[in-house]
């Protein structure tokens, strides 16, 4: 049976991009991300909530990067999609994760 959904921005499975980014204050964050993906040959995107603490590390740093989780990191990965940077300062050693 077909059903029509109309446009919509469905494309499953959507991946767990960790993007990451250093505050002013030298402390990273990160958070979880399903709205991203390949833009161009030499692009990805990511759509962002301006409200984020990574969003805010971002836009004054200018700088982040961008990773896939894997099942191994499976919770970290829950904890950073779940738990602010706005709230929770050192969310990052928290979830158990390094940085370099
Ligand atoms: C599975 C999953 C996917 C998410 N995808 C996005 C996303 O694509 N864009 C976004 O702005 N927030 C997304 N979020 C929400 C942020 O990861 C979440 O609000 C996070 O706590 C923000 O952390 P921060 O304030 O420390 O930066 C997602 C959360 C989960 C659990």
New binding site residues.
């Given amino acids: 049976m077909r059903k029509n959904f109309g446009a919509k921005t469905w494309v499953y499975p ?1 991946p ?2 960790i993007v990451a980014a250093y505050g002013k204050d030298g402390v990273p ?8 993906g390949i833009y161009d040959t030499d692009q990805i995107m ?4 301006d ?5 805010r590390n971002i836009l004054e740093s200018g700088a982040f990067t961008v990773s896939v989780a894997d099942a191994k990191h499976v919770v970290q990965a ?1 904890y ?7 709230r929770v300062p050192d ?1 990052m050693v928290r979830a158990g994760l390094t940085w370099e």
């Fill in positions: 959507m767990v991009l964050c990160c958070m979880n991300a399903a709205w991203g990511v759509c962002l909530a409200d984020h603490k990574t969003t829950d950073v999609g779940i738990v602010s940077g706005n969310k």
